[in-house]
Nanobody, 125 residues
Framework: QVQLVESGGGLVQAGGSLRLSCAAS????????MGWFRQAPGKERQFVSA????????YYADFVKGRFTISRDNAKNTVYLQMNSLKPEDTAVYYC??????????????????WGQGTQVTVSS
């Protein structure tokens, strides 16, 4: 089992920044690829970003490329999502998730066995 707890969400004006954190406990964190997903009201949950076990490989949805940066600190069992130039359409509940599937499946929600409870991000215009 892996327990994931997100933090860092909040209310920010358009153009602002937030850094989300996801702290993991349980099994060895460095064994898992980590992903961030988000779900806006009335919409399906969608892939945002993912990072490989070592942090050497990162992946982004097109709508966040150049604005969001994913990183991880395996010594601290934590994955981060730095979000810059936020837009109102980024408003959503953000979830982190853990997977031990191969890299090509990182964008697929069903690949992730463990999920956090989510943190709300609200971007005002």
């Amino acid at each position: 089992q892996v327990q994931l707890v997100e933090s860092g969400g909040g209310l920010v004006q358009a153009g602002g920044s937030l850094r989300l954190s996801c702290a993991a406990s349980g099994r060895t964190f460095s064994y898992y690829g980590m992903g961030w997903f988000r779900q806006a009201p009335g919409k399906e949950r969608q892939f945002v970003s993912a990072i490989s076990t070592s942090g050497a490989n990162t992946y982004y949805a097109d709508f966040v490329k150049g604005r969001f940066t994913i990183s991880r600190d395996n010594a601290k069992n934590t994955v981060y999502l730095q979000m810059n130039s936020l837009k109102p359409e980024d408003t959503a509940v953000y979830y982190c998730a853990a997977t031990n599937t191969p890299i090509p499946l990182y964008r697929t929600q069903s690949s992730y066995a463990y999920w956090g409870q989510g943190t709300q991000v609200t971007v005002s215009s």
